[in-house]
């Protein structure tokens, strides 16, 4: 049986994820906009990676305060829908905003590496150079099928952006 505690914390995630009618500011009113503008700004649930994190950091803060396991949580009905519901939203992300989730998933023990990758995995090329030689502490995943494109990634576009020229890093 479920503490009290447990089962508060799994209903206001539960709550956070599937909320509606949450009240976002609307556009400024131009000529080009319509005076009731649709509908779609006044949606809810969690869309902002910012606040996907906090969720996260409140699930560990609040799991950890009464002495159980991120995993009880993550494994519970509640938790997969969590996860699933930020899988369905990743695709908007960018690189350093899914490189920011990679340190929160990692920071509050939120199982969702492998699903950040994914999305990641095709925008490699856009992190910035500190970013991209942080990951391999960032991320424990040492599957070959993800680490094969960043050796590919070239350090010479990379840093040719800022003007300055290298050679490819040593393999």
């Known amino acids: 049986m479920k503490s009290v505690a447990l089962r508060q914390l799994m209903y206001q995630v539960n709550c956070m994820v599937e909320r509606r009618k949450v009240k ?29 994190i906090a969720v996260c950091a409140y699930i560990h803060k609040n799991l950890k305060l009464h002495g159980y396991e991120c995993k009880e949580f993550y494994t519970s009905e509640v938790g997969n829908k969590f996860v699933r519901a930020l899988e369905s939203r990743l695709c908007s992300a960018t690189a350093g905003q899914l490189y920011q989730l990679l340190i929160a998933a990692r920071e509050f023990e939120a199982p969702i590496e492998h699903i950040v990758l994914q999305e ?21 995943t040492r599957d ?28």
């Open 24 to 52: 976002f500011s609307k556009p400024v009113l131009t000529d080009s906009t319509p005076k009731w503008p649709a509908s779609r700004f006044s949606v809810g649930g969690l869309r902002h990676y910012g606040e996907w």
């Open 120 to 140: 990641l995995r095709p925008q490699i090329s856009e992190l910035r150079t500190e970013d991209l030689l942080r990951l391999p502490r960032v991320v424990t």
């Open 144 to 171: 070959p099928e993800f680490w094969g494109p960043i050796k590919e990634v070239s350090f010479h576009e990379k840093i040719n952006k800022g003007n300055r020229k290298l050679t490819h890093a040593q393999k």
